[in-house]
């Protein structure tokens, strides 16, 4: 079956614009997480959006914002960029996380954004 | 809160030689622990997981056990191979405690290089 696919790639944006990366989970996935992943903070947990709801949110600023489709797919929105926007957005999918100890997310390939 | 600390890279091995990544955790409760590798320019792949105590996980020469009272999942591979060389995160996973909001908090992550 079809992996995580996430869109676009690669994108170069210019410091105080704003962006929207899409994410589209592995068929019957509900949930839908997005992680950054900088050089500096490692890997670092934005949100996660289940059955269109956000459930969970990281401490980022309120310029980072998601939300989920009735399909399952998500975006995810940066506004007002900044240099230390720069980095490699990170979308996982999953099947309704259980009580008892959650399963593997699966990973899509990313979008590198940079911020000049 | 949750947390994931491993060993610092980089590591560099010879061909056929033995690996360890240490890996502990801190978390209340039961967590879930995973290992993730991600090769140049990809997004993370989930390598093995273990969902209790106990268990070990391994998949493509890996292993690790999930340690209680060690509070440790430590990577083990007993011949690495140049197609290993990549970055392996440790992970953890968990709801908070009303059966929510799971997420996975990861740690820094270790480069592991494999020369012939």
């Known amino acids: 079956k079809a992996g995580v696919t996430q869109t676009p790639r690669y994108l170069i944006k210019t410091r105080g614009q704003q962006v929207t990366l899409s994410c589209s989970p592995i068929s019957g996935h509900r949930s839908v997480s997005w992680y950054q992943q900088t050089p500096g903070q490692g890997l670092q947990f934005l949100f996660e959006y289940f059955s269109e709801t956000q459930r969970n949110k990281g401490n980022f600023p309120g310029r980072f914002s998601g939300r989920q489709f009735s399909n399952s797919r998500s975006e995810m929105n940066v506004s007002t960029l900044e240099l230390g926007d720069s980095a490699l957005y990170l979308c996982a999918s999953s099947s309704t996380p259980s009580r008892t100890g959650g399963y593997g997310y699966t990973f899509g390939s990313g979008t590198r954004l940079t911020v000049v | 809160g949750n947390s994931v600390t491993q060993m610092e890279g980089p590591v560099t091995l010879s061909e056929e030689a033995f690996l360890t990544i240490n890996c502990t955790y801190t978390a209340t409760g039961y967590p879930s622990l995973f290992w993730y590798v991600q090769y140049p320019g990809e997004g993370l792949q989930l390598l093995l997981k273990a969902t209790k105590a106990d268990d070990k996980g391994s998949n493509k020469g890996f292993e690790a056990t999930y340690r209680k009272e060690t509070t440790s999942f430590h990577l083990e591979k007993g011949s690495v191979q140049v197609s290993d060389s990549a970055v392996y995160f440790c992970?953890?996973?968990?709801?908070?405690?009303?059966?929510?909001?799971?997420?996975?908090?990861f740690g820094k992550g270790t480069l592991l290089t494999v020369n012939p």
């Open positions: 992970a953890l996973g968990k709801e908070n405690s009303g059966g929510s909001n799971y997420k996975l908090t």
